[in-house]
Nanobody
Framework: QVQLVESGGGLVQAGGSLRLSCTVS????????MGWFRQAPGKEREFVAS????????NYLDPVKGRFTISRDNTKNTVYLQMNSLKSEDTAVYYC?????????????????WGQGTQVTVSS
């Protein structure tokens, strides 16, 4: 069964850090692109970060550049999102996703596989 399972979300104070993990079924993890997206209440799902299989291309949403770092461990079928200097506006449900492209895609519609999401709440 194809699965993406996120973990690591929670409640943190502004300025704090969290590391999200996404463990992926092997058949999905062979997809070149893995990404993180988020959806805040009343808003559309938005791109956060993406990485190609080799890590040679990485993209970030502008507001998270310098604060968030995406990485992947292909030996563990896991992709990570290290989030530092968190702000209240980072509060959202965070989703990991896989795509068959190899461009560190940023468009939600490009991604074929999705996890169930993990809640991140940043208190000010």
């Amino acid at each position: 069964q194809v699965q993406l399972v996120e973990s690591g979300g929670g409640l943190v104070q502004a300025g704090g850090s969290l590391r999200l993990s996404c463990t992926v079924s092997p058949q999905i993890f062979t997809t070149p692109d893995m990404g993180w997206f988020r959806q805040a209440p009343g808003k559309e799902r938005e791109f956060v970060a993406s990485i190609t299989r080799s890590g040679h291309m990485i993209n970030y949403l502008d507001p998270v550049k310098g604060r968030f770092t995406i990485s992947r461990d292909n030996t563990k079928n896991t992709v990570y999102l290290q989030m530092n200097s968190l702000k209240s506006e980072d509060t959202a449900v965070y989703y990991c996703a896989g795509a068959l492209t190899n461009t560190a895609a940023t468009n939600t519609r490009t991604y074929d596989y999705w996890g169930q999401g993990t809640q991140v709440t940043v208190s000010s």
